[in-house]
């Protein structure tokens, strides 16, 4: 069974910096294909960043050039490095696993961008 913890939430100013983790079971990483989404108040759940089962890479054009999302294989850990941080980034991030069969989420973390 495919379990998804993230951490590393928080409360940072604009302009900082913080580092997503997703802890993961379950996950053959040469198979699965992971994410980060973003859900904001009152918005839909939006796409951030893919690393694909071959290693290949991609974010949204909204986060592209300051988030960049990175795996460690032996540590079954993904991580999505945040920069420059806005308050437009302000939202729950959850981490998703795409399988052979079927999805898996994450429950979220807490990420607030605020002076």
């Known amino acids: 069974q495919v379990q998804l913890v993230e951490s590393g939430g928080g409360l940072v100013q604009p302009g900082g910096s913080l580092r997503l983790s997703c802890a993961t079971s379950?996950?053959?990483?040469?198979?699965?294909?992971m994410s980060w989404y973003r859900q904001a108040p009152g918005k839909q759940r939006e796409w951030v960043a893919t690393?694909?089962?071959?290693?290949?890479?991609n974010a949204a054009d909204s986060v592209k050039g300051r988030f960049t999302i990175s795996r460690d294989i032996p540590k079954n850990m993904v991580y999505l490095q945040m920069n420059s941080l806005k308050p437009e980034d302000t939202a729950v991030y959850y981490c998703?696993?795409?399988?052979?069969?079927?999805?898996?989420w994450g429950q979220g973390t807490q990420v607030t961008v605020s002076s």
């Open positions: 690393i694909a089962s071959g290693g290949s890479t």
């Open positions: 998703w696993a795409r399988g052979p069969a079927r999805d898996y």
């Open positions: 379950g996950v053959i990483f040469n198979i699965y294909h």
